[in-house]
């Protein structure tokens, strides 16, 4: 069994405590590797070394150009392990090896690629107005890495999150120290090793395992710390903004979700069905956007519903590395007891079991449970208002659109939506009155790296992707050069002399 290393300084270490823990297949319960625990030195060695390397000027003095051909041979090297890398994902997290090797590793790789390419194009220099009152100065704002960031990220999407953390980092000039989720860290080690193998100068990357109460809390309070990057739920985001406050670290927050989908009287119901499960079920419900709140128009409702529960058993729940598989499981012990738990919180506050809603019998050494939908739901219950992270879907009907947008509203969160109609004018104009982040029409979970993904309310603060992503990771400087050296001229300087 592989004891995997941490990455501090540029080199591979263990612990100083020389401890390790199990990350565990949610498949079969087996041990898939052993990987450090860190302690509160390691922590402290890993940003020491972010500093050391951002202050140096060794990466934020590097012209962007050089600095994006070191992170193309990270790309390239990604990509010759992509098979790999896809496998070692599905037995670490519990995603399906369909999902795995065909959008989480490549799509992954090709989010990397294209902000580094975003990156290069990223002007330093930005022009303001000429200002010749009370004479001629010249104003600019210079674009200047924030500095040393620490990126906090979760167990759903391990690579994919890993790589939305480092490469705007790393493109725009910044170091960075990286912290995995527990349950899920081995893809992102694997990063860390080829960082290594490509060339990246010592302590630009910085990857270490280890608890949120040790690790996570240290990233957020250390006064080297400039940017905290959490993706995770708004719980945590609550509690890391409280402890980057110590500080006044900027924070980027992409949280929790409990996104709606509308589908509207003329939707095309083969579309908006599969569209709706897909919203929902895919990786068993573990997406911060997923769309577990269905609003189904009550005229079409009836024939939603009977189309939904045919289609959901064409959901093949099995061992994700079975390539025919199109759901797995939780990704642990205690997320699966969690989703349990609102299941039955479903039953008790009377809403109906349309199919699910148990745990298959046949995979039982596993954390599986079966896609489940409630029908005849109401806003107003607990399945319908907190974030479940599983694969629960909830159906609540409709008679008027207003009402549907008020009640897709009625939420603390706003990260996604969706809308299914023929309409598309219509859908548009649905979709800019929802309060979220992102609204996909007649379609769900696409995100295009050029475009910035973020939440609304309590699902988050700031953006990633993007040229909006990209500007999170960079300070404004406002340069102001008066191109008088005549002192007679700066009548301004005796407002404070009396001669």
Not at 38 to 57: C, M, P, Q, V, Y
Not at 278 to 285: D, L, P, Q, S
Request: glycine share 8%; net charge negative.
């Amino acid at each position: 069994m592989e004891k995997y290393k941490m990455l501090i300084n540029g080199e591979l270490v263990d612990s100083e405590s020389g401890e390790f823990r199990p990350t565990i297949n949610p498949a079969n319960r087996e041990t898939v590797a052993m990987v450090p625990v860190a302690t509160l030195n390691d922590t402290r060695r890993a940003i020491e070394s972010a500093r050391k390397a951002f202050d140096s000027g060794i990466w934020s003095g590097m012209n962007v150009k050089e600095r994006a051909k070191i992170l193309y041979r990270i790309v390239e090297k990604m990509q010759e392990r992509q098979d790999e890398l896809a496998r070692i994902e599905s037995m670490d997290s519990g995603a399906t090896i369909r999902k795995t090797s065909m959008m989480d590793i490549p799509v992954g790789i090709e989010h990397f690629r294209a902000l580094v390419e975003l990156g290069e194009k990223i002007p330093t220099y930005e022009p303001l107005p000429w200002i010749d009152f009370p004479y001629i100065s010249w104003n600019f704002v210079n674009r200047e890495p924030i500095g040393v960031c620490a990126g906090i990220i979760p167990w759903n999407f391990p690579f994919m999150m890993a790589v939305w953390k480092i490469a705007p980092a790393l493109i725009m000039g910044n170091t960075i120290v990286l912290k995995p989720a527990s349950d899920t860290p081995l893809t992102a080690l694997e990063i860390g090793r080829i960082a290594v193998e490509s060339g990246l100068p010592e302590g630009v990357l910085n990857i270490i395992t280890g608890s949120g109460s040790v690790v996570g809390e240290e990233l957020c309070k250390n006064p080297m710390i400039d940017k905290v990057a959490l993706t995770g739920s708004t719980e945590t985001g609550r509690h890391v903004m409280k402890l980057a406050s110590e500080t006044i670290k900027k924070v980027t927050l992409e949280l929790g979700g409990k996104s709606p989908t509308i589908v509207c009287p003329d939707a095309d119901l083969k579309v908006a069905v599969d569209g709706s499960l897909f919203g929902t079920f895919f990786h068993a419900g573990q997406v911060c956007e997923s769309g577990t709140r269905c609003f189904v128009h009550s005229s079409i409702y009836d024939e939603f519903m009977e189309m939904m529960k045919e289609r959901i058993t064409h959901i093949k729940v099995g061992d994700p590395l079975d390539f025919e598989s199109t759901m797995g499981p939780v990704v642990s012990e205690a997320q699966h007891k969690r989703v349990l738990g609102y299941i039955e919180k479903g039953k008790a506050e009377g809403a109906k079991l349309a199919c699910g809603g148990k745990v298959p019998d046949e995979l039982r050494n596993g954390f599986f449970i079966l896609p489940t939908v409630f029908e005849n739901v109401r806003n107003d219950m607990t399945i319908a208002r907190e974030e479940i992270f599983g694969p629960v879907l909830s159906v609540i009907k409709y008679d008027e659109l207003d009402d549907a947008i008020n009640m897709a509203n009625d939420s603390i969160y706003g990260l996604g939506g969706a809308v299914f109609s023929r309409d598309i004018p219509m859908a548009i104009q649905i979709a800019k009155r929802i309060r979220t982040g992102t609204v996909w029409i007649n379609d769900y979970h696409l995100l295009n790296p050029l475009a910035p993904f973020g939440g609304y309310k309590q699902s988050g603060v700031g953006r990633e992707l993007g040229p909006h992503g990209l500007l999170e990771f960079t300070q404004v400087k406002h340069i102001h050069v008066d191109l008088s050296i005549d002192r007679s001229k700066k009548f301004w300087f005796d407002y404070i002399f009396n001669d």
